[in-house]
C-alpha cells in the first residue's frame, strides 16, 4: 500500500553522543537515524530524504532550523543537510545574534536540550506486515532542537537519570503518542 499524507509531520531523535556543540554555536549530528522503530511505529527508510534535498538545493532552499518546530523561532542555519548510511546528517550554526539560539546553547551545554526533531511531509509510504509505516520518500522542512526526542535509545542522560527526568519523559511518550493517534484520524 502506497499512501501520501499532505499534513506537517515530526520526527523526533535524541542527540545521543553524536551532536555537538563547538564554539557555542556549530551543531553537528543525526537529525534522523534509518530503520530505526520510532515511538509512533514508523521507521525512515534509507534514500528516504534524497529527492527532497535534491529539489531543495535545485530551487536554492534550505532546511530551517526552527526551536521546538516554532516556525516564529528560527535560531540558526543548517550549513550542510545529508543522507549517509546511517541517516539524515546536519551540522549548522546557531546564531548568537539570536537570543534564543544564546539559550539554545546554554540548555545544550548543561544538557536540558538533548533531542533533535524533524518537520516533514510524507511523499511514499507503505506498511509492513506488523502495521508499522516505512517511509520511504519524505519532502523535508525544518530540523528543529526538541526538548524531547521520539528515539528513547538515542538520549542523553537516560542512565542514572532522576525520577523527576523519568517522569517528563514519560509524561512526553503519552503526548507523543496522543499527536501520532490524533494525527492519523
Do not use: C, N
Amino acid at each position: 500500500m502506497t499512501g501520501t499524507t499532505q499534513m506537517l509531520e515530526h520526527k523526533f531523535a535524541g542527540f545521543g553522543g553524536d551532536v555537538t556543540v563547538a564554539d557555542g554555536r556549530v551543531i553537528e549530528g543525526y537529525a534522523s537515524v534509518f530503520g530505526k522503530v520510532d515511538q509512533g511505529g514508523d521507521i525512515v527508510e534509507p534514500g528516504a530524504y534524497g529527492k527532497a534535498l535534491e529539489r531543495l538545493k535545485a530551487r536554492g532552499g534550505s532546511v530551517k532550523m526552527l526551536w521546538q518546530h516554532d516556525p516564529a523561532e528560527p535560531i540558526g542555519v543548517w550549513d550542510e543537510v545529508r543522507e549517509d548510511a546511517r541517516g539524515l546528517y546536519v551540522k549548522g550554526r546557531l546564531l548568537t545574534d539570536v537570543a534564543r539560539a544564546r539559550e539554545a546553547a546554554a540548555l545544550i551545554a548543561a544538557g536540558a536540550i538533548d533531542g533533535l526533531s524533524i518537520g516533514y511531509r510524507t511523499l511514499k509510504s507503505t506498511k509492513d506486515g506488523s502495521g508499522r509505516r516505512l517511509l520511504s520518500e519524505l519532502e523535508l522542512w525544518e530540523v528543529s532542537l526538541v526538548t524531547f526526542p521520539m528515539l528513547p535509545d538515542a538520549r542523553v542522560g537516560a542512565k542514572g537519570e532522576s525520577p523527576e527526568a523519568a517522569l517528563l519523559r514519560d509524561m512526553a511518550a503519552v503526548v507523543d503518542e496522543a499527536r501520532r493517534i490524533l494525527a492519523r484520524d
